[in-house]
């Protein structure tokens, strides 16, 4: 799953959706790049290849799904069922996104923390089967890592901040992949404590986490126009922290 997603909703009169991501995982963690997929052709996504699901992704029909785990160390679960099918499952039905998190409400027990962000071109919700409600989003600028939508950890506000700069006069997808990229650490006055020891909460303050083991793989930028038009690019990371290749499409909205 992605662990820091900042993103701007129906805020800019040119721009309905904007989004900028980093994911983080074990670099052993086998995945394939951001490609649409061949038997499911409309979705748009990278791949989880141990379970099958994907951490963020689109589709033609103008879907977005993207999820991110709630750091919790003590549900060590290994029978929980994979959170990547969580966006894989939105984004491969047509189903209004109310009706399609009721019934990940219902089973929200079978998985270990996580939020949810869907949208199917009409609304956007969020969902964490950690508090409360499947909850509709208003148009604003948003950010969310490994806690509750907006927990003010400091690479999130940072990140939040910097996308509602990069807004105006309008998005771009360099910009947006450098706003993802820093890898500055929180100042351990406002580091928050996550049940984690403290280096390795210090290590995961950054916006871009860069460790030999377990660091940001990707970062992607998804940037939808009002005529409907997608820009959607991925840039991965070696363990070095180094660049390596950066996919990109662009596609039109189909209806």
Not at 185 to 209: K, N, V
Request: a negative charge.
């Amino acid at each position: 799953p992605m662990c820091l997603i900042a993103f701007a909703y129906r805020t800019h009169p040119d721009f309905p959706l904007v989004v900028a991501a980093n994911r983080d995982e074990y670099h052993a963690r086998p995945t394939t790049q951001a490609a649409f997929w061949i038997e499911q052709p409309a979705i748009l996504a990278g791949r989880d290849l141990e379970c099958m699901g994907t951490w963020m992704g689109v589709t033609r029909s103008g879907r977005f799904a993207a999820v991110t785990n709630y750091r919790d160390p003590d549900d060590v679960r290994e029978s929980a069922e994979s959170r990547g099918t969580l966006v894989s499952g939105f984004l491969s039905q047509d189903i209004a996104c109310e009706a399609f998190l009721d019934g990940v409400a219902a089973k929200s027990g079978a998985y270990r923390g996580f939020n949810l962000l869907v949208s199917d071109g009409e609304t956007m919700y969020y969902y964490t089967n950690r508090a409360g409600q499947p909850r509709r989003l208003a148009p604003g600028v948003y950010g969310l890592s490994n806690h509750l939508l907006d927990t003010p950890w400091p690479k999130l506000v940072k990140a939040r901040s910097r996308l509602q700069q990069a807004m105006q006069p309008g998005p771009a997808v360099e910009p947006l992949f450098a706003l993802m990229a820093d890898t500055s650490l929180a100042p351990e006055s406002e580091m928050p404590s996550t049940g984690i020891d403290a280096a390795r909460e210090r290590m995961l303050s950054a916006a871009r986490i860069v460790s030999p083991a377990y660091g940001t793989r990707s970062s992607t930028v998804l940037v939808q126009d009002r005529d409907g038009n997608v820009d959607y690019a991925e840039r991965a990371y070696d363990p070095a922290g180094s660049e390596l290749d950066t996919m990109r499409y662009a596609f039109r909205l189909e209806g």
